[in-house]
């Protein structure tokens, strides 16, 4: 199972740009969670500070009990193998077949045999539907075939996290659906914490467990799906709906008054409703629709009760439009549960970006994703 990634008041700047400020939130462990924002708000940075390659200036990244902004080198380079990453254009050695490529890690980082090392890279490439090509070249298969290379190279460390930046960028609808699959049946057989960043509204309403939304150089919200898919904020109606009008400018933010006078007129002409609302897969409307499935055949994802369990503990912290939403997806003994008060308060911000195991979980339980001696995963 993939371990909780704690993030507290993190601020990064380059000079004296501020890239964002005072970021807190909880990747719950084994869970798939989404990172939205506009272009140019720091979603890629984000992700290179979680594995330690840019420095932040105040804040804690805390993961097995290693805080990543503060730990020594010899740290950082222990607990970045507990990282997976797949990157924007797959980031692929183009003098290698993808043998080799998915091979790297392993041979850069281990000690284990050539016969060990083929095992686990041809399992990796069949995990991702690759089999069969280990002798190509990067140039000379498609991107969506780069792409699954890069999953498969994050995958043969076995990594307890594994980061996707933008890896929906440069392929078609229909690729990005077979992408989300397979990024939903991976999580399935390897239980592993997923955190993707995209633009792709289509991915975020339904792969992941958790959304979350930078903006205006701050994390505007981040919680379970349910909480952003209802959401009256106006910044995420107008990013989950890809329109124009709302608080997000083309190139600089817009001022008031214009804003007020946008929502006014996509009002008068139905709101969110109004057909021709949003490219990228933006649906329109307020509906939760319901989140992808492991493929027939694969086991069911064992992050999706532990979820259930959370978010009903958490169930009194929401509003109503979410509330409702999350006890349409919940089993009827957890909803007995919650009704019964039997859950005790969880502590959370307004915004729901706080998560803990709670007492008595299996989470807690077993201790998984909670803060413990070094190593002891």
């Known amino acids: 199972m993939g371990v909780a990634v704690h993030v507290e008041g993190l601020t990064k700047?380059?000079?004296?740009?501020?890239?964002?400020?005072?970021?807190?939130?909880?990747?719950?462990?084994?869970?798939?969670?989404?990172?939205?924002?506009?272009?140019?708000?720091?979603?890629?940075?984000?992700?290179?500070?979680?594995?330690?390659?840019?420095?932040?200036?105040?804040?804690?990244?805390?993961?097995?009990?290693?805080?990543?902004?503060?730990?020594?080198?010899?740290?950082?380079?222990?607990?970045?193998?507990?990282?997976?990453?797949?990157?924007?254009?797959?980031?692929?050695?183009?003098?290698?077949?993808?043998?080799?490529?998915?091979?790297?890690?392993?041979?850069?980082?281990?000690?284990?045999?050539?016969?060990?090392?083929?095992?686990?890279?041809?399992?990796?490439?069949?995990?991702?539907?690759?089999?069969?090509?280990?002798?190509?070249?990067?140039?000379?298969?498609?991107?969506?075939?780069?792409?699954?290379?890069?999953?498969?190279?994050?995958?043969?460390?076995?990594?307890?996290?594994?980061?996707?930046?933008?890896?929906?960028?440069?392929?078609?609808?229909?690729?990005?659906?077979?992408?989300?699959?397979?990024?939903?049946?991976?999580?399935?057989?390897?239980?592993?914490?997923?955190?993707?960043?995209?633009?792709?509204?289509?991915?975020?309403?339904?792969?992941?467990?958790?959304l979350g939304l930078l903006f205006r150089r701050h994390l505007a919200m981040f919680g379970p799906r349910e909480q952003l898919l209802t959401s009256q904020e106006p910044v995420v109606r107008q990013f989950l709906n890809g329109r124009r009008e709302g608080p997000i400018g083309m190139s600089e933010e817009k001022d008031v008054a214009q804003v007020e006078a946008e929502m006014a007129a996509l009002e008068a002409r139905g709101g969110d409703q109004h057909n021709g609302v949003g490219p990228k897969g933006a649906s329109g409307g307020e509906a939760v629709p319901p989140q992808l499935e492991p493929s027939p055949g694969l086991p069911e994802r064992k992050a999706v009760r532990r979820r259930q369990e959370r978010v009903a503990r958490m169930l009194h912290t929401f509003d109503p439009a979410t509330a409702e939403a999350i006890r349409a997806s919940l089993p009827q003994d957890l909803l007995a549960l919650a009704d019964a008060g039997v859950y005790e308060p969880t502590a959370a911000t307004p915004s729901g970006r706080h998560w803990r195991a709670e007492p008595g979980s299996e989470i807690a339980a077993t201790g998984a994703g909670v803060p413990g001696p070094r190593g002891e995963r």
């Open 13 to 210: 700047s380059f000079g004296s740009q501020n890239i964002w400020s005072d970021v807190t939130l909880t990747l719950p462990p084994g869970e798939i969670s989404v990172m939205l924002g506009p272009s140019g708000t720091g979603k890629s940075v984000f992700l290179k500070s979680l594995v330690g390659l840019l420095k932040p200036e105040r804040g804690s990244i805390v993961m097995s009990d290693t805080d990543i902004v503060t730990c020594s080198e010899r740290e950082l380079y222990d607990v970045r193998r507990l990282f997976g990453v797949l990157f924007q254009d797959g980031a692929l050695f183009g003098s290698m077949n993808l043998y080799d490529n998915v091979a790297f890690p392993l041979r850069e980082h281990t000690k284990k045999s050539e016969a060990e090392v083929r095992r686990i890279v041809l399992e990796k490439m069949d995990m991702v539907g690759l089999t069969g090509t280990e002798g190509k070249l990067p140039g000379e298969i498609s991107g969506g075939m780069r792409k699954r290379a890069g999953i498969a190279r994050a995958l043969v460390l076995d990594p307890e996290v594994i980061l996707f930046d933008e890896p929906d960028s440069g392929l078609d609808p229909v690729r990005v659906a077979y992408l989300n699959q397979l990024i939903v049946d991976l999580n399935a057989q390897i239980d592993a914490t997923f955190l993707i960043v995209t633009h792709d509204i289509g991915t975020a309403r339904t792969v992941p467990d958790n």
